[in-house]
């Protein structure tokens, strides 16, 4: 008896712990349908990202008062924005927001109420992904590079020069070693603040990072997932979601912590799942699900040391913190939500 009583005390305050470090406050989710990503401009001011929705790709809006601000649609005029592709997405300054458009291999440069400003070009075609990281630079992936992870551009006048400031070299981190040998692997999140870009991989639990001066170095993190190797007779592929586990699939961050949406589950992609799941009509269900997870691993910006996990009360596929507020693309009741919590840590 004691010790049943004993669990109930422990269950107790872990389910306290979790209440103190996560409140929620409320969610929204009148009008997002099918959000591949999102990110928070300002207090309850956020940016959906719908490839499916070809009327509002990016769609900017008022969570506390649940309307949508303004739109863009997809197409190939200025400002609009290709179906295909991820968008990569940074604030510039205080008053202009930085859309890199995979799809278009280009940036589209808004203002904070999402009118079209300008359109960014690389002198190297070969960029496939750019962040802003300060006035002058940018931090940009190459497609199908087998001599780094990312390199830092000049930008000026709305152009990304085409000679590398510095880089994550390949070479430099031994883990990284498999993506010269199947660029597919270099897939996964890339978030820059003022300080530094963070580069998290979906088959790799590594999290690396190149600050804007230019030093490269490595978040420790609580897990260790070796990029797998992947079989392959022509060309290259990516791994099997069903037989590898995800690792990272977002990160954000705030003055003195980094946080990462961490999963390490695979995808029950059996065929006795599949049929019980077509059976039951689930399948869709577990298809969305099986892109989410409940753990953030929380790192001490100055050391890079792990520091602990937090346990989102909501599976949540993409994470962006705010002030003292954590915001969360969330799946609950069989629909997308972006939920905000209260964070204190």
Same mark, same amino acid.
């Given at each position: 008896?004691?010790?049943i009583?004993?669990?109930i005390?422990?269950?107790?305050?872990?389910?306290s712990?979790?209440?103190?470090?996560?409140?929620?406050v409320y969610s929204?989710?009148?009008n997002?349908?099918t959000?591949?990503?999102?990110?928070v401009?300002?207090?309850?001011?956020?940016l959906?990202?719908?490839?499916?929705?070809?009327d509002?790709v990016? %769609?900017?809006?008022?969570?506390?008062?649940k309307k949508?601000?303004?739109?863009?649609?997809?197409?190939?005029g200025?400002g609009?924005? %290709?179906?295909?592709?991820?968008k990569y997405?940074?604030?510039? $300054?205080t008053?202009?927001i930085?859309v890199?458009?995979? $799809?278009?291999?280009k940036?589209?440069?808004?203002?904070?109420?999402l009118?079209?400003?300008?359109d960014v070009?690389a002198?190297?075609?070969?960029?496939?992904?750019a962040?802003?990281?300060?006035?002058?630079?940018?931090?940009?992936?190459?497609?199908?590079n087998?001599?780094s992870?990312?390199a830092?551009?000049?930008?000026?006048? +709305? #152009?990304i020069?085409s000679?590398v400031?510095s880089?994550?070299r390949?070479?430099?981190?031994e %883990?990284?070693?498999?993506?010269?040998e199947?660029?597919?692997? +270099?897939q996964?999140?890339?978030?820059?603040? #003022?300080?530094?870009v963070?580069m $998290?991989?979906y088959?790799?639990?590594m999290v690396?990072?190149?600050s804007t001066?230019?030093k490269?170095d490595?978040? %420790?993190?609580?897990?260790d997932?070796?990029?797998?190797?992947?079989?392959?007779?022509k060309?290259?592929?990516?791994?099997d979601?069903g037989?590898?586990?995800?690792?990272?699939?977002d990160?954000?961050?705030?003055?003195?912590h980094?946080?990462i949406l961490?999963?390490?589950?695979k995808?029950?992609?059996g065929?006795?799942?599949?049929?019980?799941n077509a059976m039951t009509?689930?399948?869709a269900?577990?298809i969305?699900k099986?892109? +989410?997870?409940k753990e953030?691993l929380v790192?001490?910006k100055?050391?890079?040391?792990?520091?602990?996990s937090?346990?989102?009360p909501v599976?949540s596929?993409?994470?962006?913190v705010?002030?003292?507020?954590?915001y969360?693309?969330s799946y609950?009741?069989?629909r997308y939500?972006?939920i905000?919590?209260?964070?204190n840590?």
């Amino acid at each position: 008896m004691r010790i049943i009583l004993l669990l109930i005390i422990g269950l107790s305050t872990i389910q306290s712990g979790i209440c103190q470090e996560l409140e929620e406050v409320y969610s929204y989710h009148e009008n997002i349908y099918t959000p591949s990503a999102f990110y928070v401009l300002g207090e309850d001011t956020i940016l959906t990202v719908e490839l499916g929705n070809g009327d509002a790709v990016l %769609s900017l809006h008022d969570i506390k008062n649940k309307k949508v601000i303004a739109t863009r649609r997809s197409g190939r005029g200025p400002g609009e924005l %290709s179906q295909n592709g991820l968008k990569y997405i940074s604030k510039m $300054g205080t008053d202009s927001i930085w859309v890199w458009d995979v $799809g278009q291999r280009k940036g589209i440069i808004f203002d904070n109420k999402l009118n079209y400003v300008a359109d960014v070009v690389a002198e190297d075609q070969a960029i496939s992904a750019a962040l802003i990281l300060t006035d002058t630079t940018v931090v940009a992936k190459k497609a199908f590079n087998d001599e780094s992870v990312a390199a830092l551009y000049p930008l000026r006048n +709305n #152009r990304i020069g085409s000679k590398v400031m510095s880089r994550i070299r390949i070479n430099n981190f031994e %883990s990284l070693r498999p993506i010269a040998e199947n660029p597919l692997l +270099n897939q996964g999140p890339m978030f820059a603040d #003022r300080d530094a870009v963070y580069m $998290g991989f979906y088959f790799g639990s590594m999290v690396p990072m190149l600050s804007t001066e230019g030093k490269a170095d490595t978040l %420790s993190v609580p897990y260790d997932l070796p990029f797998p190797e992947v079989e392959y007779e022509k060309g290259y592929a990516a791994p099997d979601h069903g037989k590898y586990p995800e690792a990272t699939l977002d990160i954000s961050t705030d003055d003195q912590h980094i946080y990462i949406l961490f999963s390490g589950k695979k995808f029950d992609a059996g065929p006795f799942r599949q049929l019980a799941n077509a059976m039951t009509g689930k399948l869709a269900e577990e298809i969305e699900k099986s892109d +989410n997870t409940k753990e953030i691993l929380v790192i001490d910006k100055n050391s890079k040391n792990f520091i602990k996990s937090l346990n989102l009360p909501v599976m949540s596929k993409r994470i962006s913190v705010h002030n003292n507020s954590l915001y969360t693309l969330s799946y609950r009741d069989k629909r997308y939500s972006i939920i905000k919590y209260r964070l204190n840590i």
